[in-house]
């Protein structure tokens, strides 16, 4: 049986919770001693490598005139999120059309786009085992000489069934009156763009995608981010090959030392963490009624501010920047308010904390959803939340006290479950399978 040190090639998406969650898997991986390298969209040139990670650059398009900025991870995405930001007004069964649809498009543009340099890539880097945290498919990985492995860290409804809501709905699980009409919507918005994207992945060789699926499930190990006290399992099992990640919380980010100006606050009053996401704070007007009332309240805020950092100014009872080390803000808080992103709200579970959730795209609304029904935290509508229904969900989660210890608890057995450690155990032995019978 072979123990020498292992070559592994991760490719998220370009954005930055799946990208992160990578990242913390990663680093047990490197921690164990083995190579690990990230093939990786361009703009994050620079951010991987001080984390002892190689860098394999990608472009998903024409690159642009001009180098990319230092601070410009991401910057793919910022902009198409920026562009389409007024989509995210409509219902989510109207978005299917606007949003989920271009957006689904713009992946399988940047998947043919970059198929000759990820080929380039595995022939280069010789992996042992090739790991996708994406949403559709790239004929390179699925054809390397290598087991392939994937991982959702998006909201596991991702992965369908009959007898849950349907994948980027935002329904509750209690009520599917609406979800036959919701699938009915996403087949014809979809259907055409998916049999031209699954033509392209045969020509590449590799196997035919599920029906109305974009991406293929691992015959080997399938990996997806959720903790068990909010999994739909019970509803929608899943077969030997998937394992479930409680939470993937990265150990690469900065201390973190609470400003006196926050940490310093009335007697009754709340810390509360502030984020929409690297992509969800570029709207400004929502970033700006957001800060326009909770200004109003006792509380004291951390916020990530996101991109457009400078575009707008935080209230006296708040600090922010543009970047913050999430995972070091969220266990000194007593509330996260959040878009919903996979990567937060499992963080959120994973230090015990209640949530206000304003959803803008993609698995956010179920996100949202789940955590509103299972009293987890509370859905607020994100662009007609009254004053009064901001105001009145801080306070019903901040003066629960049975729920923050529910939480506690919660948090405690989530954290003892390892998730970073049993992802890395489960490529570590996929590959090693792998490099023994071959």
């Not at 509103?372 to 969900?393: C, N, P, Q, V, W």
Request: some cysteine; glycine content about 8%.
């Amino acid at each position: 049986m072979t123990s020498r040190p292992l070559t592994i090639l991760f490719w998220p998406e370009s954005a930055y919770g799946p990208t992160n969650q990578c990242v913390g898997i990663g680093k047990v991986l490197l921690e164990r001693g083995h190579r690990v390298v990230f093939a990786a969209e361009a703009s994050w040139r620079g951010k991987l490598e001080p984390l002892g990670f190689e860098e394999e650059l990608v472009d998903l398009a024409a690159p642009p005139e001009g180098d990319v900025g230092e601070d410009d991870a991401g910057a793919f995405w910022k902009e198409f999120i920026r562009e389409t930001s007024p989509e995210f007004r409509k219902p989510t069964i109207e978005q299917l059309a606007t949003f989920v649809q271009p957006t689904f498009q713009a992946l399988i543009d940047g998947a043919m786009y970059c198929e000759p340099r990820l080929r380039e890539i595995i022939e280069k880097v010789k992996p042992d085992v090739v790991v996708e945290d994406n949403v559709v498919c790239f004929p390179a990985l699925v054809t390397a000489d290598a087991p392939y492995v994937r991982i959702v860290s998006c909201n596991p409804l991702e992965a369908k069934g009959s007898s849950v809501a349907p994948t980027f709905s935002g329904y509750p699980q209690a009520d599917p009156s609406g979800w036959k009409q919701f699938r009915s919507e996403f087949e014809s918005t979809h259907r055409d763009m998916w049999s031209s994207f699954n033509d392209f992945v045969v020509k590449s060789g590799a196997s035919a995608l599920p029906d109305l699926e974009f991406i293929h499930t691992s015959k080997v190990a399938n990996l997806y981010v959720y903790p068990t006290e909010a999994d739909y399992v019970g509803d929608r099992p899943l077969d030997s090959t998937w394992t479930r990640m409680d939470s993937s919380v990265r150990s690469t980010d900065d201390l973190y030392e609470i400003p006196p100006e926050v940490a310093n606050r009335p007697e009754g009053s709340a810390l509360v963490y502030l984020s929409l996401g690297s992509l969800g704070s570029a709207d400004v007007d929502l970033m700006k009624r957001i800060i326009s009332v909770l200004g109003k309240t006792q509380h004291r805020y951390i916020v990530s501010m996101g991109p457009a950092h400078d575009e707008y100014t935080l209230a006296e009872n708040m600090v922010g920047s543009e970047f913050l080390p999430q995972t070091r803000i969220i266990p000194q808080v007593d509330l996260v308010i959040s878009h919903g992103g996979n990567n937060t709200v499992t963080e959120a579970l994973h230090f015990g904390k209640p949530m206000v959730l304003l959803p803008l795209f993609w698995d956010q609304y179920d996100n949202a959803q789940r955590m509103h029904e299972l009293g987890f935290g509370k859905r607020l509508a994100t662009y007609a939340f009254t004053d009064e229904e901001m105001m009145g969900a801080l306070s019903s989660l901040l003066d629960d006290q049975g729920l923050r210890v529910r939480m506690a608890a919660i948090g405690e057995e989530i954290r003892a479950r390892n998730g970073t450690e049993l992802g890395a155990d489960v490529i570590e032995r996929v590959a090693r399978d792998y490099a023994n019978n071959h």
